[in-house]
């Protein structure tokens, strides 16, 4: 049979080759583009022949056309391809711009589909969105760039968790993270792409597109597509960017001599000068020295340093009918603004696709990362922070400026001192290191038995390993605290911990598509089945007590010098997941859609009986525009398309192992060594046999519209999901566990998306793009099983009064916050001061707000509304005079009116201009900082310079405490601040500030060299570029920046603002290079 | 053909990989065990037993806030912390219940909604016994002389411990004694009577299970033994037979519920088993009172001694005993180190108490000091010696535990050194009270016994400090003995007289400051130096002081003008002021024995739980 294949083949070639010396005729042609600019390189090919040519640097062409030849294929790369009849005789051929997005492909899971043919929601980001702006990675290219996702970059460290949320979020305990799949495999996040890597993102947003991913499919799928080979000569392109970057901000602090006011003025109304001022800061007749002393700026020395990046990206591509290959080498080096952080990834991948016969096809993908974070960071939010204590940012704002005498740094009393550690020592002691590597493996097959049916099969495999090497200094809360001792001192510790996760995948599919199935009607089914395994392994040491001269890098290598508390080698319950699916798309003439998807998935996070999940969803479309009666309409409506759709997608968002119980074993370190220390301990969650799928129905009504032949174009969509058997940790109080998972209550989030595209100005040399998106959603939380409300912790202090201040209640959304009302200061009427206990009292009808003001309650101190705490005759809340827990009432909300983006983009000749915008409108952040940072409760701390203006009992040229009220009101009659409360932490309607921002998140510059140029040079391309990112951002938010959220451990406490890494602006100068 | 046998190929391959079926879903995780692994294996059921003890050291739980905030206040102690002038403020969240103040608010430390509060705490010790207790039995074959059935003794005790907590801090609470499942989570209050029932069973089975102290898993008195569980059973029958704190609509009442008959059954139970560890003789009193603290604080914990059970805490690293309750001592960078700055103070004594002991009650200078041990340039100008302050009337201090004792320097507030939860003499005076009641006759000796060792007599033989065997007696004689061991309170509350006594304390104070009642003959006047003899012990200098016992009333100055001896105005009214006497409590201490249930844990009960007593949820 093979030999019989070879002879056909032959003879084919010869009969072909005797026909070609027939007849001939030359013909000459020129290629252009709309502006008419010559196209260079373009191909022109007899059609069904392989015969021809490309143009010159002009856009001219000759040929040799056999005489059997009808029609010639004119294509370039991003054109439209156009066929010419020669019979015509004019070869001049003007190729439009594809990039009108009604023929692009998009990825819909298991498979592709033109996007003029889509029912369900679905965005997409282009390689070309991608491709002129440096960034570091993927999540932060595409932020704005989606209608209906929401891209918080949460910090501003190089690694910072990049949070996504596709219209909002059904959980209320649980991430509301989307599925990401790359190339066909799911994978957690896709911080490890490189940018450059990518092809296209997809991100389907309704369930008539996440039903074919059934189970985690509820949060939105991303789908991300890597770059293939193409067919043609081979390519080699080099990307590159280089830059520096600052900071964007600083917050501003009290000057040295200010600072020592402070502390007097605290020390004065505690009736503790001598102890508190005069052996910090000396006599108070010599304050004003102070004056004449710069202090240190330790947010100048912690996150000031000007840091820069480096960005390489080599590209190899190329191919023929038979193989393409894509060979892509990147490696980012970022240096931080902070202190001792700096951040460095490699990547590599190859990308292989075989078509050895044109009914099989064959592809083969290898992806390799390697990421180091050095540097400990701002927070450590997962993982092993044991106290905000150790929060870096916070010493950096905060820290003393100058050396005070009696002030040792490891003083622990924090009665009287800052409970803060010198900035660089804390640094260095919460030193930390992250290495990730990820390795991804994908092969997959597609067999075409006839042009209707195909088989296609691919497995994947992919590790992930992480190091995470923690270290804990001697200044920090664990070894004060909590850790061993070395010859009973305190020592320093480490924790290092090694992550393994495998992750198989296998999913087959047979497709069958047939347009004109029967006359006009067109129909493809597809039904696979897949299977998916993952296994997870941990190595944990503690090891403590090591010699106190041990640095971070002595304790991670020299492990043996300290003792070793406990090694626990975890292997953790494997997570299977069997499922089968299937798709029917029908249409008829490409006027009428019908589309529905049912899937099934069987999960081992549930016991037998609630295993099986099915996920139907059904959606149709109605392309209005290529109906008949609407013929006369096609001058100026190019297209227009109503969809709907109706569907379910499932979650099992739990953790491995929640409906057995097991015991798994620990060093308990508060036992004697007499007792038995190796505990088995069940956990602190409650099992649950009965647990089973959290479903979301979701509805999606939209169109895609596009006017003057699609110049203006965009789509519009309104939705709301539906979460029930809501998969909710269930909070137990005092019964021996802390939760339980139960499928109880119920969510919504309802919304619309809007985006438009407009090119405004289309001529030869000039032309305009202007993009535009708002989305809109609003979350509900409908009920909770019957619980009444839901705690979220902050926890950045334990002090009760600015805790648990997230709280979630039916009828509302998550993210509300709950703390006092401000009510500005007290006023000196409002006491009247008793000379021999040396104290303020309040006048009767005062609202006693002492335990939060401790000793600075009197005259100019914080004020809170007084709304609750008793109760009339009906039962209603009244004010009791007192500020107690019941005063809080819903301060803020950090769910945002609507966000969006916009951009500009222009080309004038070789010259290219972008300006990207994003902004989010109406959420509120909670600002702890600021809370923390103006207050005494730690004496010897400074604070932000807002307190320069606070309200003052101290007359300044004597130091004498003023009580006589008339002088104090006169004397304040400026002040805009309270005097620093000394009682504990208050969260309350102050710090709960605007977080409305519009930033101009990039601003870039390029050039194209002329072709003609680079026909000289042998290059195919070559551009340089000068781009900013985060040029300025327009807020009224008083922190680093409004776009921040640093209590991340819990989807419950969202927007907050603690100790958060500032972002930067950079500066970045590039080249694309291809040959 | 080819093409097709191809896809043929990679069908089948495909297909092969297809596992459908739903048991090929059942996974498990290879690093943990499941109940009959665990409970079928003495060496693991081992570490499920530590991990019930594992409780006490948890933040929020003995380590911090059960053991060391709830003593007070009583007859003769106090927790500081508050100021000592009306109108007082709790100016910590933990003086709320000290002053007898509670509230469900959350600027109460006991109702913070930190998921580790103590109530929490303590089911979850319930709970890992509970496991314990259901999966040894089912799997572990638990006999008496195995050790899979000391294993369940421990287990029953120290459930049993936890739950006599429970009810002395809360009153009635959920009785569980059984591993929560989904149907039991939300579970309403049980009568404490109910519990105490359950809980004098458990111990009655624990006990013939229990190895005897010096067993090679009971060497420490730090694990239960079977003279511990005797001990908490007699405590426990004690308390179950006396007067306690109940609901009455939204008021409180004091009262006892146990019938007459059952009060009998009580106490004999409580007798019998506080005879049998005396017949055991594992056990005895140390001769110097002071040995036992200081042992304690050498964190010596071989059983045979006086100490029969202490909380399992690990030296130097969990539990605050010395840091919280020791005499007041400030770093020295020896016996107190690194961030440590200073150490104890959180309970002082009501001062009258001082007055009330006998002069030659060797208990009073141990349990008792008008010190504390500081720097202090004025006396001593070598910076690297201590001195004993002499403080005021107000701030007589706890000395029973010192920092200088504690075996390893404290650099942190974990000192580590462990409570003792029982010791002999508790046993001799359970037994005496008991015998009272059933009209015995033995417990006048045992009483007496105490008494005997604490003025230095024979134990064994009639003195001329024994005392007859009245309630009243017994009364006075556990203050003497048990002042700041954490005892006093709930020996107030069992015997129904709380408030009144703290009533009589504020009386006594009032009489010692004008010089009236018992205290007529106590001298106003105090004289003090350092000691001539430069004695220097633990690195401090010690101090002398004259005027402290009736009839010391001679003016030193005038009799010693060179013995360097400084006058000092010891007992005044404006040593004593009002504002000091009137607070000992701000609420009525029988209206706020017992703490509200947190908020937290009423709402997240599903309805089950509300707070008796008028605290409103």
Request: net charge neutral; charged share 20%.
């Amino acid at each position: 049979m093979k030999n019989n294949k070879k002879h056909f083949v032959l003879l084919f070639l010869f009969t072909f080759s005797l026909a070609l010396f027939a007849q001939q005729r030359q013909i000459k042609g020129t290629v252009k583009d709309e502006k008419g600019e010559a196209i260079i390189g373009a191909t022109i090919i007899v059609k069904g022949t392989t015969t021809g040519t490309t143009t010159d640097i002009d856009g001219n062409f000759t040929l040799n056309l056999p005489a059997a030849a009808k029609t010639l294929l004119v294509s370039f790369v991003g054109m439209e391809k156009k066929e010419v009849d020669v019979k015509n005789n004019n070869f001049n051929v003007v190729l439009t711009d594809n990039s009108i997005a009604l023929n692009e492909v998009v990825a819909i899971g298991y498979g592709t589909q033109r996007k003029k043919d889509l029912t369900g929601s679905v965005s997409s980001v282009s390689e070309k969105a991608l491709r002129d702006i440096p960034v570091s990675s993927a999540a932060e290219a595409i932020t704005g760039k989606l209608p209906g996702v929401q891209v918080t970059t949460t910090e501003g460290s190089p690694d910072a968790q990049i949070k996504i949320r596709v219209r909002g979020g059904g959980s209320i305990t649980q991430s509301n993270t989307p599925l990401y799949i790359v190339d066909g495999f799911p994978m957690d996040d896709i911080s490890n792409i490189a940018p450059s890597e990518i092809q296209t993102i997809d991100v389907l947003k309704d369930a008539s597109s996440t039903a074919i991913y059934g189970s985690r499919g509820a949060n939105g799928v991303i789908i991300v597509t890597t770059k293939a080979g193409k067919d043609g000569k081979i390519s080699i392109s080099y990307t590159g960017y280089a830059g520096f970057k600052q900071t964007t901000k600083q917050l501003k602090v009290l000057t040295p001599f200010q600072f020592a006011q402070k502390q007097y003025e605290g020390a004065v109304l505690n009736n503790s000068v001598a102890t508190d001022y005069d052996a910090y800061f000396g006599s108070f007749n010599d304050m004003g020295l102070y004056n004449y002393v710069n202090g240190t700026n330790w947010q100048n020395e912690i996150i000031g340093r000007t840091g820069n990046t480096r960005n390489h990206n080599f590209t190899i591509s190329g191919g023929s009918k038979q193989v393409n290959y894509n060979v892509n080498l990147n490696r980012l080096d970022d240096k931080a603004i902070m202190y001792m952080s700096n951040f460095n990834r490699t990547n590599a991948s190859l990308k292989l696709n075989l078509t050895p016969w044109d009914w099989f096809k064959g592809d083969f993908s290898a992806r390799y990362s390697v990421t180091v974070v050095n540097g400990p960071g701002a927070n450590d939010v997962s993982g092993s922070e044991k106290s905000t204590s150790d929060s870096r940012i916070k010493n950096a704002v905060i820290f003393t400026p100058l050396p005070l005498k009696n002030l040792t740094t490891q003083d622990d009393n924090s009665e009287t001192i800052s409970n803060l550690a010198d900035p660089f020592t804390q640094m260095v002691d919460n030193d930390r290191y992250q290495k990730t590597n990820l390795l991804t493996l994908n092969t997959g097959f597609t067999i075409k038995p006839s042009q209707s049916w195909s088989f296609s099969s691919t497995f994947g495999y992919s590790l992930n390993t992480k190091e995470d090497d923690r270290y804990f200094g001697l200044t920090t809360y664990f070894v004060t605290n909590n850790s061993l001792k070395r010859n009973n001192a305190i020592a320093p510790a480490c924790t290092i911990n090694n992550t393994n996760n495998e992750t198989f995948t296998n999913a087959n599919t047979i497709s069958f598509k047939k347009d004109n199935f029967i006359k006009n009607h067109n129909i493809s089914i597809m039904v696979g089945q897949e299977n998916l395994l993952r296994t997870y392994h941990n190595i944990l040491s503690d090891i403590e007590a090591f010699p106190s001269s041990f640095e971070a890098r002595d304790t991670w290598k020299l492990t043996t010098q300290g003792t070793t508390v406990s090694t626990n080698n975890f292997y953790g319950t494997q997570e299977k997941m069997i499922s089968f699916f299937s798709r029917l798309n029908y249409d008829y003439k490409g006027i009428y859609y019908l589309s529905a998807t049912f899937r099934e998935d069987g999960s081992s996070k549930f016991g037998a009986g609630n295993r099986w999940g099915e996920f139907p969803s059904v959606s149709g479309a109605w392309r209005l525009s290529d109906e008949g009666f609407m013929k006369n309409s096609q001058k100026w409506l190019s297209n227009l398309k109503l969809r709907a759709s109706y569907g379910t997608a499932g979650n099992n968002n739990i953790p491995n192992g929640s409906i057995n119980r097991v015991y798994t074993s620990g060093t308990s370190i508060y036992l004697p060594s007499t007792m038995p220390t190796q505990v088995w301990t069940d956990g602190s969650t409650l099992v649950n046999p009965d647990l089973k799928w959290e479903t979301t129905i979701t509805r999606n009504v939209g169109l895609d519209y596009g006017f003057f032949n699609n110049r203006i174009s965009g789509t519009l969509d309104f939705y709301k999901n539906s979460t029930k058997d809501l998969l909710l940790l269930v909070p137990l109080g005092g019964v021996g566990y802390t939760s339980q998972w139960q499928n109880t209550g119920h969510t919504s989030n309802q919304g619309g998306e809007f985006s438009i595209n407009i090119a405004l100005i289309q001529k030869k040399d000039f032309t305009l793009n202007f993009g535009f998106n708002i989305s809109i959603n609003r979350n509900k939380v409908i009920d909770m099983g019957g619980l009444a409300s839901y705690a979220g912790n902050e926890g950045w202090t334990s002090m009760t009064s600015a805790s648990n201040s997230y709280l979630v209640t039916p009828g509302q959304p998550v993210g509300l916050i709950y703390g006092y009302v401000s009510d500005g200061m007290y006023s000196a009427d409002d006491f009247t001061w008793n000379a021999t206990s040396k104290k303020w009292v309040a006048k009767t009808g005062i609202v006693d707000n002492s335990s939060l003001d401790g000793f600075s309650w009197g005259p100019g101190a914080m004020k809170l509304k007084d709304i609750a705490g008793a109760f009339d005759a009906q039962g209603n809340p009244i004010p009791d005079g007192k500020i107690t827990d019941a005063d809080r009432t819903i301060i803020g909300n950090t769910n945002p009116k609507h966000f969006g983006s916009f951009n500009f983009s222009a080309t004038y000749k070789g010259w290219d201009a972008t300006i990207n915008c994003n902004w989010v409108y109406g959420n509120n952040i909670y600002n702890a900082n600021k809370i923390e940072m103006t207050s005494i409760y730690y004496k010897d701390r400074n604070m932000l310079s807002i307190m320069n203006n606070a309200y003052t009992q101290i007359d300044w040229t004597t130091g004498s405490r003023v009580t006589d009220p008339a002088t104090l009101t006169a004397m304040n009659a400026n002040a805009s601040m309270w005097s620093a409360p000394n009682g504990s932490y208050a969260i309350t309607s102050w710090a709960i500030e605007d977080g409305s921002f519009l930033r101009i998140s990039n601003l870039t510059i390029g050039y194209t060299l002329p072709k003609k140029l680079l026909k000289i040079l042998a290059m195919q391309q070559m551009r340089f570029y000068a781009s900013i990112n985060n040029l300025y951002t327009f807020t009224k938010y008083s922190g680093y920046d409004p776009e921040v959220d640093t209590r991340r451990s819990s989807p419950l406490t969202p927007g907050v603002d603690y100790s958060s890494y500032p972002k930067s602006h950079s500066y970045n100068l590039g080249v694309n290079i291809t040959f | 053909m080819k093409k097709y046998s191809i896809i043929f190929l990679f069908l089948l391959i495909t297909i092969g990989t297809f596992t459908s079926c739903d048991s090929s879903l059942n996974v498990a995780s290879q690093s943990s065990l499941t109940d009959d692994v665990i409970y079928s294996n003495v060496d693991l059921t081992e570490g499920a037993i530590g991990a019930i003890y594992d409780i006490v050291g948890q933040n929020n739980s003995y380590r911090n806030r059960l053991w060391l905030q709830m003593g007070v206040n009583t007859d003769i102690e106090y927790r500081t912390g508050w100021s000592s002038t009306a109108p007082l403020v709790p100016s910590k969240s933990d003086d709320y219940f000290a002053l007898y103040t509670s509230t469900t608010l959350v600027a109460d430390g006991y109702n913070n909604t930190d998921s580790a509060n103590p109530w929490s705490l303590l089911f979850a010790g319930i709970e890992r016994a509970n496991l314990a207790i259901a999966g040894i039995t089912k799997y572990g074959n638990p006999t008496a002389g195995s050790t899979m059935g000391h294993f369940l003794g421990e287990a029953l005790t120290m459930r049993a411990y936890y739950y006599y907590d429970l009810i002395k801090w809360w009153g009635d609470v959920p009785a569980r004694f059984e591993p929560v499942s989904s149907a039991t989570i939300y579970l309403a209050k049980s009568n404490r009577d109910t519990i105490y029932n359950h809980i004098i069973t458990d111990l009655q089975t624990a006990i013939p299970l229990l190895y005897a102290s010096g067993n090679n898993y009971t060497k420490t008195i730090k694990r239960t033994s079977k003279d511990a569980a005797r001990g908490l059973l007699a405590r426990i029958c004690l308390s179950a037979a006396g007067y306690s704190m109940r609901p009455s609509g939204t008021d409180a009442v004091i009262q006892i519920t146990a019938t007459p008959d059952r009060q009998k059954e009580l106490y004999t139970i409580a007798r019998e088993a506080c005879r049998s560890i005396i017949s055991g003789g594992k056990y005895s009193l140390d001769a110097s009172f002071k040995n036992i603290f200081y042992q304690q604080c050498q964190d010596i914990d071989t059983h045979g001694r006086e100490a029969i059970w202490e909380l399992p805490y690990n030296m130097g690293t969990r539990g605050r005993m010395v840091t919280s309750f020791g005499l007041p001592r400030a770093n020295d960078g020896v016996y107190i180190t690194g961030n440590q700055a200073s150490v104890g103070g959180q309970f002082k004594i009501i001062p009258s108490f001082f007055y009330d002991y006998n002069p030659a009650d060797t208990r009073r200078d141990v349990t008792i000091v008008p010190y504390s041990i500081a720097r202090n340039s004025a006396l001593v100008k070598d910076s690297t010696l201590n001195v004993q302050t002499l403080g005021s009337l107000t701030s007589m201090n706890l000395a029973k535990w010192r920092a200088e004792w504690v075996k390893t320097p404290i650099s942190s507030t974990e000192d580590g050194v462990s409570p003792i939860i029982l010791r002999y003499a508790d046993v001799l005076l359970m037994f005496a009270e008991a015998d009272l009641f059933l009209g015995g006759s033995e417990g006048s000796n045992y009483f007496n016994m105490v008494r005997r060792r604490a003025f230095g007599q024979p134990i064994n033989s009639v003195s001329s400090y024994d005392l007859p065997l009245t309630l009243d007696n017994i009364k006075q004689e556990r203050a003497f003995e048990f002042c700041g061991e954490n005892i006093r309170k709930y020996d107030l509350e069992r015997w129904g007289v709380l408030k009144s006594k703290i009533d009589q304390a504020e009386a006594n104070m009032n009489d010692l400051r004008n010089s009236a009642g018992n205290y007529v003959s106590v001298p106003q006047t105090i004289y003090w130096r350092l000691k001539v003899n430069n004695a220097i012990t633990h690195g401090e200098r010690e101090l002398e002081i004259y005027g402290l016992n009736p009839g010391e009333l001679t003016d030193k100055t005038v009799s010693d003008p060179n013995g360097g001896w400084t006058k000092k105005t010891w007992i005044s009214p404006t040593s004593l002021v009002d504002g000091f006497i009137q607070n000992m409590y701000l609420g009525d201490p029988d209206k706020r024995q017992l703490l509200p249930i947190m908020h937290q844990i009423i709402i997240t009960s599903n309805g089950t739980l509300t707070n008796d007593y008028g605290y409103g949820n």
